[in-house]
């Protein structure tokens, strides 16, 4: 399977910013400050259980529900 | 009314005070924020500058030097009074403990009584958030993740400087001064405001990829599966015994949407681990970066913001240490100071400046509309 690490790490983008520009761009930094780089992962990115279950905890933190 | 500032290099704390006190008092400030030099007493340079302004928020640090209107400066007290045309409401919470404890979540519920709203849905054009940290207690990264998770409203600031002593530094609130503390403030604006994160770096073609870390000493055990110093060496092809030496000039940078480096500083090596200024995440993927001109970049940065926005009333500057000492070597210091000679402006020296989440080598700019 591939592509949930995508599909999460954009679900926590547009939760967040409700399509804001400036915070669509301070939320990706702020992923990048986590250890999660959203640029590193597109839909053929295999789904690695760790940095999954890594993903789910940095939308605990930003109270975005998955 | 308005932004005024005023700076004073007088010996006495209580004469200091006074001349900042009557060059800001113009303004009619309802929020001052000072930062001085270590040479005074915190609690007394606190105190006083609360006690001319009764009424208003007054919050501050102390430094590693200070920077006012044109000029960069040492061992003075530089301050700016806000005045209500420019700053409509504002609220002021002290986090303590913060070596330990993170009350970031306490705080900010405090600032939603205040403010009548929750931090999460504030107008993000119209709110700014200021945090000044005790810049020896390594709290920053904790504090900030903390603030980002809980609000999208920007938070810009710095960490308090001891003019190298590197033994304590203070933040200053409600007339009083704190150790191991963050001081929290939350504008509301009338005018709005803009960000200048300005740093003096171009990515080179190397990437460093942090597979061991320990994150709770700022220290990278490991890049690329190599010992940290080896694989930092080999990247600028130099003998790891030169790593150290290579820091000013190469620190690391984790690169933003907008292609911008978050500055990571290398500090020492220890073993064969390097030990950071702020904190690397585990499985960051680092690009190794090359100094520029810290004067020609800033006016370009200052100059683009400026004909952006048109007139502004006034800027707040968060200064990295190692960019003035930077400068102090390459005799600049001057020229720096006269970036800043057409709008009303303040800051400091820190131990590190704050936006988004905690950097180095970096000036982090607040620009009031």
């Keep these: ?26 939320t990706k930094t702020k992923l990048i400050l986590k250890g999660i780089d959203p640029d590193e992962w597109n839909a053929a990115s295999p789904d690695d259980s760790q940095v999954i279950s890594k993903i789910k905890q940095i939308a605990q933190e930003l109270g975005v529900t998955l | 009314m308005s932004i005024k500032t005023a700076y004073s290099t007088k010996s006495a704390v209580k004469d200091a005070a006074a001349e900042v006190a009557a060059g800001i008092k113009e303004s009619r400030p309802s929020v001052v924020v000072l930062f001085s030099s270590s040479k005074y007493e915190p609690a007394v340079i606190s105190a006083e500058l609360q006690a001319a302004f009764k009424n208003a928020l007054v919050i501050g640090c102390s430094t590693a030097g200070e920077i006012v209107s044109g000029k960069m400066l040492k061992n003075s007290v530089v301050a700016m ?76 600031g710095g960490s308090a400087g001891d003019d190298l002593a590197f033994k304590q530094t203070f933040v200053y ?47 990278v055990l490991e890049f690329n599966g190599k010992p940290a110093v080896a694989a930092y060496a080999e990247a600028l092809g130099v003998d790891p015994k030169e790593g150290k030496n290579q820091f000013m000039r190469h620190p690391l940078g984790l690169i933003a949407s907008d292609g911008q480096p978050f500055v990571r500083s290398p500090q020492q ?101």
């Design chain 1, 1 to 26: 399977m591939s592509g949930q690490v995508k599909s999460l790490i954009d679900k926590i983008i547009s939760e967040r910013s409700k399509g804001n520009p400036t915070i669509v761009n301070t």
């Design chain 2, 81 to 156: 009074g806000i005045g209500a045309d420019v700053v409509e409401d504002a609220s002021v919470e002290v986090v303590n403990s913060i070596k330990a404890e993170n009350h970031v979540p306490e705080a900010f519920t405090s600032f939603e009584k205040h403010f009548g709203v929750k931090m999460v849905d504030m107008d993000t054009n119209n709110y700014v958030g200021l945090i000044l940290v005790d810049g020896l207690q390594g709290a920053e990264e904790g504090l900030m993740e903390k603030i980002g998770d809980l609000t999208n409203i920007t938070f810009i």
């Design chain 2, 173 to 219: 609130a409600n007339g009083k001064s704190f150790s191991n503390a963050a001081v929290l403030a939350v504008l509301k604006l009338k005018k709005g405001f803009d960000i200048i994160k300005t740093q003096s770096f171009c990515t080179m073609n190397k990437k460093l990829k942090a597979t061991k870390v320990d994150e709770r000493n700022r220290t």
């Design chain 2, 269 to 369: 090596i220890k073993d064969n681990a390097m030990v950071f200024y702020c904190n690397i995440k585990e499985a960051s993927e680092l690009s190794v970066l090359e100094s520029t001109d810290i004067i020609n970049d800033t006016r370009k940065s200052v100059e683009e913001k400026m004909k952006s926005l048109g007139p502004v009333s006034g800027m707040i500057n968060f200064h990295c240490i190692l960019r003035t000492l930077e400068l102090d070597e390459k005799n600049q210091s001057a020229a720096y100071g006269k970036l800043f000679s057409s709008v009303p402006t303040i800051g400091f020296s820190t131990y590190g400046e704050e936006y988004v989440g905690h950097i180095n080598q970096t000036s982090t700019i607040l620009v009031f509309k």
